[in-house]
């Protein structure tokens, strides 16, 4: 929450805007070096699934399996502070604290794309 708000008074300014990249890149490194449980990262995935469906499709839904977990993760803590701004996603990224983001990255990057 504290990292929540931080991005919320950098976004204010400008010049703010490479503290918030080096949070991201701070939070993104620390998440991965989590050992992150497959078996959770699957349970959470339901909910993702309901959008996220493997073929992609027409929707502007990106497919996310087998995307690398680095790459995950980075994507959902650009939402979680504000780098990334589609409302659907920030929403669903408030929710998950850091294990969930390392187990959800694990199971989509375990997935054939
Ligand atoms: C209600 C539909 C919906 C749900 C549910 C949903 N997403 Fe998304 N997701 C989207 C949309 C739409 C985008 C593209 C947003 C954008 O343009 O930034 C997206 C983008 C993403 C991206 C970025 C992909 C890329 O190629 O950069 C990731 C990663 C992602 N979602 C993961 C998840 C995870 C993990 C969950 C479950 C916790 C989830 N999403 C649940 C709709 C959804």
């Known amino acids: 929450m504290v990292a929540s708000l931080a991005a919320m008074t950098a976004v204010a300014s400008g010049t703010e ?37 493997a073929s992609g499709g027409s929707d502007g839904i990106p497919p996310i399996a087998g995307l690398p977990a680095d790459y995950t993760v980075n994507a959902l803590i650009e939402y979680k502070l504000g780098i990334r701004e589609n409302e659907v996603m920030v929403v669903r990224v408030a929710r998950l604290g850091d294990a969930e983001i390392a187990a959800l990255a694990a199971h989509f990057a375990d997935q054939k794309p």
């Open 17 to 53: 805007e490479d503290s918030l990249r080096a949070e991201a890149d701070e939070r993104v490194a620390a998440i991965l070096k989590l050992s992150p449980d497959p078996a959770y990262g699957a349970y959470l995935a339901g909910d993702c699934a309901t959008c996220h469906r």
